[in-house]
Structures are given as C-alpha cells and as structure tokens.
C-alpha cells in the first residue's frame, strides 16, 4: 500500500511539473508570437556636417574631437585679415557712392528751381533726374556689397548648430578649408533616437504611442520609450523604370518569400544614467500593445493618436 502510495505521489508530482512547464512554454510562446520584437535594431541621430561659408585658412581650431558641445559654441575660426580688408573697401565704395548720390541730388534740385528760365531745357532736367536715379542704384549696389562684406568677415567663426558632440575632427590651425565642404561631423544628441525594423506581418500588432522596451547589446539596463512613428514606404526593390519610364517588374518570383522590414521610430523617454548612447549601436526592441492599451484606456479620448497601423 505504502508502495502504491508513492508511485501516485511520485506520479502526481511529476504530472504537475510536467504541466507547470507546459504552461511556461505556451505563455512563452505566446509572448513570443503576439509581443512585436525585433533584434534588429539600431541607436540613431541625426549628423549634422560642419562646412564653412567662406573659404580661407583656419586661425584657430577650438574644439577637439568627441568632445560635448551646445549650441552657439565657438568651433573654429578662418583667418579674418582679407575679409576686413574687403569690408574697408566695401565701407570706402559706400561712402563714394553716398557722396556721388548727394551731389547728383543737388543738381536735381538746382535744375528744377530754374525749370521755368530760358536758361535750362527739358532735357537738360531729364539727364538730371536720371543722374539721381543711377546714383542711387549706385549706392544700394554699394550698401549690399557693404552688407556681403560683413556678413562674410562674420562668418569666418563657425558656431556650433545644435547640442551634440563633435566627431571625425581632423582639422589643424593652417588647414585651408573650402566653403561649403565638411570639415566635421556633429552628432546632434537631441534627435537621439532607437529605430527598429519591424516585420509586416507584426505591424498591425504596433500603435503610435504603444510603450516600448530597449536592450542594447552588451547592456545590462533597458531603455524605455514609445512608439513615434510607424515608415509611410519602404523600397520596391522587384521593380524599376525602364528607359521608356514604364514599370519594369522582376519576371522571376522566389519561392521562398522573406517578410519585409519596416523602420518604426522609437522615442526614448527613459534612459539610465550610466548608458551612453553612441548612434549605430545594436538594439533589441520589443514592444508591448496591451500595456499601451491599458495605459491609454482612460486616454482615449485625449489621445487619437493611439490608432493601429494597417500595413
């Protein structure tokens, strides 16, 4: 009996494990299929290329690479001689030119005064009125080659355009440095960013708003944020145009069908102290729809941005 007893002990026990773990791996499962997760995933910010708007050799470079800038911060200055050298004329080409106007105006007036004389004909008042009416141009022309000449000795100091931090600088005092060419990269930190490429079949399971969960690989602590935006389009690449502008579409069609990815924008909304964000970092982002909807159930109303995306 005592015998029997233990077999059905033994037996009952092993039944319950055998059903805890079944039930571990059906809501495994579960989580699996219904939670939208990707491991493909990566940091990302926008790069803003530092280029200068006049061309000259580099005075002074004042910021050193990875270094943490805001915005406004004086990057690097351009050698500044020639450039006041050219607002000395432009000043000088402005004052001859106001000079030339005042004079052109006085006669004007003297000509109009004796209009009514025998002494000055009609000509002689148009030619003067034309005098003014050049000399004037004359002087504007002068005034905005003034206001170039400032404008271009202002911008040999670059400023920083966003907050960021300052990469690739490989840059020295002496370096000539073209307008409009990069001379550096900064990497705006205010658009850090996580962007997951999703699966289509999973796309109708993510809701702008839905709370989002983020690894990065090598990390032990999770970043939190939420859903942004969801991509309007991706690339078509079984079709392009053909010299006639007609759709030219792939004939050949593989059997094996791969789902296609799509970019979902991630905004991060808590990030741990001790995490450092570096744009291009692998990330695995999961995100969890029944959360949102519990979350944003007394929202609703408030927020009619929380609607699923069809694909």
Known sequence: MTARLSRILKTAFTLTLFAIALAAGWNLWQGYMNTPWTRDGHVRADVVSIAPDVSGPVEAVLVSDNQTVRKGDV?????????????????????????????????????????????????????????????????????????????????????APANGVITNLA???????????????????????????????????????????????????????????IAAGIEDRERTDGSNLLADVTPTFSWVRLAQRVPVRIALDDVPAQSRLVAGLTATVTVHPDEGADAGSGEAAASPARVKTEP
């Open 171 to 229: 840059l020295n005092p002496g370096d000539y440095i073209s307008s409009g060419a990069g001379i550096m990269a900064l990497v705006d930190t205010d658009t850090l960013r996580v962007e997951g490429y999703f699966e289509e079949n999973q796309l109708p399971k993510i809701a702008i708003g839905d709370p989002v969960t983020v690894e990065l690989m090598g990390r032990a602590s999770k970043l939190r944020g939420h859903v942004e935006s």
């Open 75 to 159: 990057l690097l200055r351009i050698d500044p001689e020639r450039f006041k050298i050219a607002l000395d004329l432009a000043d000088a080409s402005l004052a001859d030119k106001a000079a030339a106007l005042k004079q052109a105006q006085r006669d004007a007036e003297r000509y109009h005064r004796l209009k009514n004389g025998p002494a000055v004909s009609a000509q002689t008042i148009e030619q003067a009125d034309l005098a003014v009416t050049q000399a004037s141009a004359a002087y504007d022309e002068a005034k905005s080659n003034r206001d170039l000449a400032a404008l271009n000795l202002q911008r040999t100091t670059i400023h």
